[in-house]
């Protein structure tokens, strides 16, 4: 199996590669993240995968696609959706179809490591790209790993944002904790 793992950033990838590594499949990182942002945030995620899959010995392929305009194009009518509508289908679509052109046979993501996510819309969304680009889509249930891949992430310093990616993710982290301030000075 040649594998092409989708990754969003180090943190995630942690619990996953080391998954993938003991069953035996050496997955090969991509990063494409047009829906993360802002720059300086896209940056960050950037630099530590790359510095971590160096220090893990992984190969890594990094697309440089900042997207804010076609990010904003596409998800300001729609932001309640927009994960599903968007930020899943275009990372995982054009994973597919990179691994198809680069001669990869399956396709994955980090993603599914996360409680956070929509499994389901992501596994469909995977099998679908997969499907159309003639490659399969390795589901895995990684969320098991969640708290373990986070753990050690920590341990090792890697830089753990605070959010999913997008400005809209970033203002949902605010807002809870808004609220949470609002309910403490009751």
Known sequence: MKLLLHTCCAPCSVFCIDELRRENIEPTVYWFNP?????????ERRDCLKEYTK???VEAIFEENYGLDDFCKNVSNKLET????????????????????HGFDTISTTLLVSPYQKHDIIKDLGEKFAKKYG???????????FKEGQKKAREIGLYM????????????????????????NI
């Open 35 to 43: 829906n993360i942002h802002p720059y300086m945030e896209y940056k």
């Open 55 to 57: 220090s893990i010995n």
């Open 82 to 101: 927009r994960c599903q509508d968007y930020c899943y289908p275009v990372r995982l679509e054009q994973t597919a179809k990179y691994a198809k052109e």
């Open 135 to 145: 490659v399969e889509f390795l589901y895995r249930d990684f969320r098991v790993g």
């Open 161 to 184: 944002q605070k959010y999913c990616g997008c400005i809209f993710s970033e203002e949902d982290r605010y807002r809870k904790q808004i609220e949470r301030d609002k309910k403490k």
